[in-house]
């Protein structure tokens, strides 16, 4: 080959890769932080006020914070099936945390890795399978644990980490940052463990919330009137929440939170003692009993939850650190969410699992500077459907015609755009832990109609402007005759459209 044919090629070579290399630079890395069990109410920058998330708040400060982020069946695996495909679970297969998701099926990681993304998932992923379309992923098996946690590796080994689980995950993660190829972009999912029931604090933040007497949620000593469901539920603080599993109270009967502390290293376990042997001591000088117990068991329970969330916000705040250290910040990405919310003693409950607003809605909050204007606010609905056709569009890759969620980039360009009128929810675990009947419905900017089926059959109609607090189940009343009949025309296209045969099914049994 002629000297000048030779210099045309490298040359012509060389601008492919330095066209290739400046593509892949010019794509912005991805950075899921998806905690567990995060209730929106708990969170500074949504208006709560005990400064337990400073981080939080930064970030929504710089970012954008979403005021009506939901997901479409809140409870944990499904929730991170939903986020891995961006399809309902009646689609993906994962209906609820007893099923098994299958791995193999198409997920947007996949999609990302083969397009020259590095991929990782790091922390909790409940989802049975092992992860597939990821360069590296190391898992806490099923729940996980606070302290000392067990670890799934690539290949398969279980290695116990000495330390508490969310100072791990981000370990893990910063390291895996530090090895990574720096010439192709990233997106790795941070997979909390907290604040997820037991609601153990590290020891560092035992008491951290012992002077605060958090006020009853005026709902609190709810009757249930007029809502079924309501009143079949097992996850009342009175009922539900017990005082040696949940509160660590060591003379209770079923004092099973033992098992975790004897997991604890001698260290760790005095601290913890110390600490709640002296509120153990008060508890049983005071021997509370009637209102008084269940108030202070919805103290103890909002103290140690709070505190639990010390930890994650620091562990958020070292991530963040990270990303500005190493110049990071400007081409990520950082999605801040949780699997879905959480009950704070609203309606007397803690756990989720109901489309009620405060399992229904999670906290939402994303920050890309390249695009989003720091300190939006966005009434937007949106939906955990939603993220993987999200992930997709900024990475620049195609979004598979099967996937059921709309892109949020238009939102994030303009923070007046909406993507959604309505959300579409089905949650389907009964009977089983916390006897939540299976439900669907449909939640507009002001309605919500719910669809209680198989077990029990019936209706339920919220006026979210008037009644928030989802008390009064409005259905059936004359004035919302129209109204019920609108959004039963619009739930029965949701059904259809997202192929829900379940669903129609249970539509098509007249009550
Ligand atoms: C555990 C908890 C439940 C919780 C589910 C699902 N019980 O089973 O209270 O609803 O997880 O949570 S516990 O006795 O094990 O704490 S999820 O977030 O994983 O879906
Ligand atoms: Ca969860």
């Known amino acids: 080959m002629k000297y000048g ?29 998806l905690t567990d069990d995060h209730a929106v109410s708990t969170i500074g920058a949504y208006g709560s006020k005990y400064g337990a998330t400073p981080n939080l708040d930064r970030l929504a400060k710089e970012g954008a914070l979403f005021n009506r982020a939901f997901v479409v069946n809140s409870i944990c695996g499904p929730s991170r099936a939903v986020l891995l495909t961006g399809k309902y679970s009646h689609i993906n297969g994962m209906r609820d945390n007893r099923d098994r998701f299958d791995a193999s099926q198409d997920v947007f990681p996949k999609h990302l890795k083969q397009s020259g993304f590095q991929t990782a998932w790091i922390g909790k992923w409940h989802l049975v399978d092992y992860p597939q379309g990821f360069d590296y992923w190391n898992i806490l098996p099923g729940q996980g644990l606070y302290y000392n946690p067990n670890m799934i590796s690539m290949g398969g080994d279980t290695t116990r980490h000495d330390g508490y689980a969310t100072d791990i995950i981000t370990e893990q993660t910063l390291s895996w940052l530090d090895k990574r190829d720096q010439t192709k972009p990233f997106m790795v999912v941070v997979g909390e463990k907290a604040p997820h029931r037991t609601w153990m604090p590290d020891t560092t933040d035992l008491g951290k919330f012992d002077h605060i007497n958090f006020p009853l949620p ?26 040696g599993y949940d509160l660590k109270m060591t003379s209770d009967p079923d004092a099973s939170a033992s098992s975790f502390v004897k997991r604890m290293s001698p260290e760790q376990r005095k601290k913890w003692n110390s600490y709640y042997n002296k509120i153990e001591k008060d508890f049983l000088e005071k021997k509370p009993t009637g209102k008084a117990l269940i108030e202070w068991k919805f103290q103890r329970y909002m103290r140690d939850y709070y505190s639990t969330t010390l930890s994650l916000d620091r562990n958020i705040g070292k991530i963040l650190d990270y990303l500005d250290k190493n110049n990071l910040s400007e081409n990520t990405i950082v999605v801040y969410t949780s699997d879905q919310g959480f009950y704070m003693g609203e309606h007397g409950w803690f756990d989720k699992r109901f489309m009620y607003e405060e399992s229904m809605r999670t906290p939402l909050i994303i920050r890309y500077p390249k695009l989003i204007k720091p300190g939006t606010v966005s009434n937007q609905m949106i939906s955990n459907v939603d993220f993987a056709p999200t992930f997709l569009e900024a990475a620049g890759v195609a979004i ?67 009644d928030p607090n989802e008390m009064k189940n409005i259905y059936g009343q004359k004035k919302y005759e129209s109204i019920t009949a609108d959004l039963k025309k619009q739930l029965e296209q949701l059904c259809i459209e997202n192929k829900d045969t379940e669903a129609i099914k249970a539509l098509s049994q007249k009550l």
Do not use: C
């Open 218 to 243: 005026k709902n609190f000593y709810d009757n249930y009137e007029n809502r079924i469901a309501a009143q079949m539920q097992d996850m009342s603080i009175e009922k539900t929440m017990k005082l």
């Open 400 to 466: 598979p015609k099967e996937i059921q969620g709309k892109s949020m980039m238009p939102l994030l360009k303009d923070s007046k755009a909406s993507i959604r009128n309505s959300a579409y929810y089905h949650f389907f675990e009964y009977p089983g832990e916390h006897s939540v009947l299976k439900h669907f419905g449909i939640r507009t900017n002001r309605y919500k109609l719910i669809r209680f089926y198989d077990h029990k059959n019936f209706w339920e109609l919220y006026d979210l402007e008037k």
């Open 5 to 33: 044919a030779r210099l045309f090629i490298a040359l012509g070579l060389s601008l492919i890769g330095f066209q290739s290399f400046s593509q892949q630079k010019s794509r912005p890395n991805i950075v899921v932080i």
